[in-house]
Every structure is written in structure tokens, then in C-alpha cells.
Nanobody
Framework: QVQLVESGGGLVQAGGSLRLSCAAS????????MGWFRQAPGQEREFVAV????????HYASSVKGRFTISRDNAKNTVYLQMNSLKPEDTAVYYC???????????????WGQGTQVTVSS
């Protein structure tokens, strides 16, 4: 069992940066691949980024590649999403999730956090 709690969201101007954190409970956290997803009002949840359990491999959605960086610290049971050059279209609730597969498909993930709001003003 893994419990996930996101933090770090907020309101930022276009071009600014935010760093999201996802703190996990449970001794099995290092075994999970960790993903970030986001959901804007009226839209489906979409993949943002994923990092393998070892931290050695990452994958990004094309819309965020080059602007966002996912990382993890297994000693702290935490995964991060550094978001730079933010755009108004990045506005959404951001969720972290845990899975045994470094997938971009939400249904492959077993555990989800409650989400944190990111709002980017133009």
C-alpha cells in the first residue's frame, strides 16, 4: 500500500517556474515507477512524465519535453516535477501516481494522490 500527497502547486505568471513534490508513505515506494498526470476542467487526465523506480529512465509528454523535469529521491520517498517556462495551457490539477510500469496510461497506475492545483496566468 502506498499513499501519495502532492504539494507545491500555486499561481504563477507565464514564463515562471514551480516545483511540485509528491511524498509517499510505505516501504515499497522504491519499487514503483512514478508518474505525473494532469487534468484541466472538462478534459481527460493526461500524461505528463514518468520516472523508473531506479531514477535511471524518464519519459515526457511532447507538450512538456524540454520544460519539465521529473526526478525522485528514494531515500526521502519523494518524487518531484520541476516545471519551467510555464504556459497558460499548463493550468490543471496535477496528480502523482505509482505503478509497476513506466506507462503513460492512467489505468496502469495503482495509487494516486489527491492532486495539487497549478494555475498559470497570461
Amino acid at each position: 500500500q502506498v499513499q501519495l500527497v502532492e504539494s507545491g502547486g500555486g499561481l504563477v505568471q507565464a514564463g515562471g517556474s514551480l516545483r511540485l513534490s509528491c511524498a509517499a508513505s510505505g516501504r515499497t515506494f522504491p519499487r514503483y515507477d512514478m508518474g505525473w498526470f494532469r487534468q484541466a476542467p472538462g478534459q481527460e487526465r493526461e500524461f505528463v512524465a514518468v520516472v523508473r523506480w531506479s531514477g535511471g529512465r524518464t519519459h515526457y509528454a511532447s507538450s512538456v519535453k524540454g520544460r519539465f523535469t521529473i526526478s525522485r529521491d528514494n531515500a526521502k520517498n519523494t518524487v518531484y516535477l520541476q516545471m519551467n517556462s510555464l504556459k497558460p495551457e499548463d493550468t490543471a490539477v496535477y496528480y502523482c501516481a505509482a505503478a509497476y510500469s513506466d506507462s503513460d496510461i492512467p489505468t496502469r497506475y495503482d495509487y494516486w494522490g489527491q492532486g495539487t492545483q497549478v494555475t498559470v496566468s497570461s
